[in-house]
């Protein structure tokens, strides 16, 4: 049975519907890819965006595509507390009882009520290595990082689809916490 993937570090960023988009870049406004991610059909944006809270502002966070069917603006712990709100750890899509804050783009902003999440740990893995780890959708298991600040991450979320290409994703505090850098090898533990 498999048990080693690579990980991966998310910096804070904004996936923007296609309404918002509009109000914020110009009706019918089209991103402009910067470069491929690691999961297929998904890439950086050259647009960035301000994101205004109670407290602070947060600039130039950027875009992912492409559109979804609703804005999620991912954040780590202290980004949250820096922006005003309170941090919620979240499923990627599962925003409800999420705070929302200001989006500010060149021709407007939005007001959101919900959509900034702190993104739970997963795993993205494509069918066949669901089969070769012995996991299923939706499984929660364990995540060993070998190394001088070596620990194991519970509680980590699997996501089996056949367009997702394998790889952990933590955010940024979390990576620096284990002392893992992009493309560094952990261990399915379960």
Avoid: W
């Avoid at 979804?68 to 507390?81: G, H, M, N, P, Y």
């Avoid at 925003?95 to 407007?108: D, I, N, R, W, Y």
């Avoid at 993205?124 to 012995?134: P, Y």
């Amino acid at each position: 049975m498999k048990t080693q993937l690579p990980i991966a570090l998310s910096n804070r960023h904004i996936h923007l519907s296609q309404k918002d988009l509009d109000i914020l870049f110009g009706e019918g406004y089209e991103l402009t890819k910067a470069k491929d991610l690691s999961q297929p059909g998904q890439y950086a944006c050259e647009e960035k965006v301000d994101l205004v809270g109670p407290k602070r502002t947060i600039s130039g966070v950027r875009i992912l595509g492409p559109v979804r069917s609703e804005t999620q603006i991912e954040v780590s712990i202290a980004d949250a507390i820096t922006l005003g709100v309170s941090p919620v750890i979240k499923n990627s899509g599962d925003l409800e009882g999420t705070p929302g804050v200001k989006v500010v783009g060149p021709k407007g902003e939005v007001e959101l009520d919900k959509g900034v999440i702190v993104a739970a740990r997963h795993i993205h893995m494509h069918t066949t290595d669901g089969e070769e780890f012995g996991v299923a959708d939706k499984d929660i298991v364990k995540v060993k990082v070998n190394g001088p600040r070596g620990l194991v991450f519970d509680n980590v979320l699997v996501r089996v689809h056949p367009t997702y290409a394998l790889e952990m994703h933590v955010d940024v505090e979390e990576g620096n916490a284990a002392g893992v850098k992009n493309g560094d090898i952990v261990e399915l533990i379960k």
